[in-house]
């Protein structure tokens, strides 16, 4: 897994520190079968963790290893998993120092302990873990700490929410377990409260104080081998994380027909692989209906523009809202308007979201189908809220200047909308995109939000339903957006956990 996980810890006397930091070097030179030492840059070991300043800064409240480190190799793979008190490549070490300060300052969990994630493209994105550990001589008797974990892929690191948060919980609570015993040893030989209260009545509290500094995590566990445990459990969670999660092409959405060229296929950093096509790249999105296949020849984004123009903004911003937040969606008209219709209506939502019944006999309910397509002759409900109905009138009943295409919805917009249907319209309205063009940025949005879909979707199976709102906004998403993520979400899997 292409990221780096760090151990911070709030100094009284320095402020946020990074204390430990785990990254992975691979060497992708797979014709060279044989066993390193290393496996990246060999020059990582001439440097220091820390600089010459900041070592002599460091108290200990900031110091773990200095210059010692810790190395395991995973020879498969050709991976070294490499720990220090610090990066040792200088880019990361900025942007973890920054993470640190943010992680044990300003980005911190609603209930001061817990997870969070800020980041940018700029400065890269962090999963924050913050929590305490218990500390006999600590302000407060406790130590304030965080473990981050830093990537560049902003989607992959929030894929990997549950998992990482699973297993940095089992990091913590063994920590705390080993503080908290520590500390009740300390406390009882010698109550740290009463001492402290004593101090203040006799007035020598502050100058008692300025002589204590902060302790090292190895005597707040009272555990030798402490750093060595986080180094294990480091090192595992990112061997695991390569081998269990990794960065896929959207297959849903490409020609089943392309070839991939298997033997030349490119190393990319750890827990990825690129692969050279033969053939460009096409996306296909067959409905998998049979009776659709008299207009797949058409491009379903020239279908949908032409319908906007016929409706007018007001109600394709109604068929859109329906289509993209589950309401039923049903095509009455002539056969050829409607199949074309409910093809490119279709292809704005995911596959497991799309049950689509073409030229039905009579009306079925949205139970059974959310896309329904029927002839003029065939009954069908009154407009209500839950049926969103496209009016297609055939050219032999129109009269002068009246409309070929009429919603009947008696629903009402939100005050917001969605996100992807604001996106969507903006799209649509953009004379500059060409229809192929527009064609492979809704492909693009559909993946975009089935994948936000999906992480929510995991992480209410497993319970963590307090998180989902910050996890939301993280995401990019909002209150606007839960109704269609809960409607997408339905053709997952109903245990994710």
Known sequence: MNAAIALCSFCEMHGPKIIFTTQTYKNNDNQNVEKLKFYGPK????????????????????????????????????????????????????????????SLSCEVHPGKEGVCYFGDDNRGHVLSHTFTLKDAQARGFRRWCSFIVFMRDKQFLLNMWPFLVDNLKEVIRELQDYAERNYNIEEAECPQR???????????????????????????????????RIHMWLVWILSAGARHFVEVLPFSLLD??????????????????????????????????????EVTNTCPTTILRNL?????????????????????VLVRGPK????????????????????????AVQYLDSNVCNFIGVDTT??????????????IIPPEHRTENSQSHVIRWTGVLPPKLPTLLIKMEKSIEN???????????????????????????????????GDLPGLMLSLGAGPQDQKLLDVWSMGLPSNPA
């Open 256 to 293: 089943d027909k392309m070839n991939f060229n298997l033997k030349d296929n490119i190393g990319g950093p750890t827990g990825y692989m690129l692969f050279n096509a033969k053939l460009p790249v096409t996306l296909n999105l067959d409905l998998d209906v049979p009776q659709i296949d």
């Open 194 to 228: 009463a001492v402290r209260l004593s101090n203040a009545n006799n007035g020598t509290s502050s100058q008692a104080n300025a002589n204590k500094y902060p302790r090292t995590l190895t005597k707040i566990t009272n555990e030798k081998h402490v750093y060595v």
């Open 336 to 359: 050829l308007p409607t199949l074309k219709s409910l093809y490119s209506l279709c292809s704005l939502v995911p596959k497991a979201c799309r049950r689509v019944q073409i030229q």
């Open 308 to 328: 906007r123009e016929v409706l007018g903004r007001e109600q394709f911003r109604q068929i859109l809202f329906a289509v993209l937040t589950g309401v039923q």
């Open 43 to 102: 020059e990582i070991f001439t440097k220091n963790s820390s600089p010459q300043s900041e070592v002599q800064q460091d108290c200990g409240g900031c110091h773990s290893l200095g210059d010692l480190k810790y190395l395991s190799n995973e020879h498969e793979t050709r991976t070294s998993f490499l720990s220090a008190q610090q990066s040792l490549l200088i880019d990361i070490d900025n942007l973890l120092k920054h993470a640190c300060i943010r």
């Open 431 to 465: 004379e500059n995109l060409t229809d192929s063009v527009l064609r492979s940025h809704f492909a693009a949005l559909q993946e975009e939000w089935a994948n936000i879909a999906k992480v929510l979707h995991t992480m209410r199976g497993r319970g963590c339903r």
């Open 378 to 391: 065939i009954a069908v409900p009154l407009p209500c809220s839950h049926v969103c109905r496209l009016d």
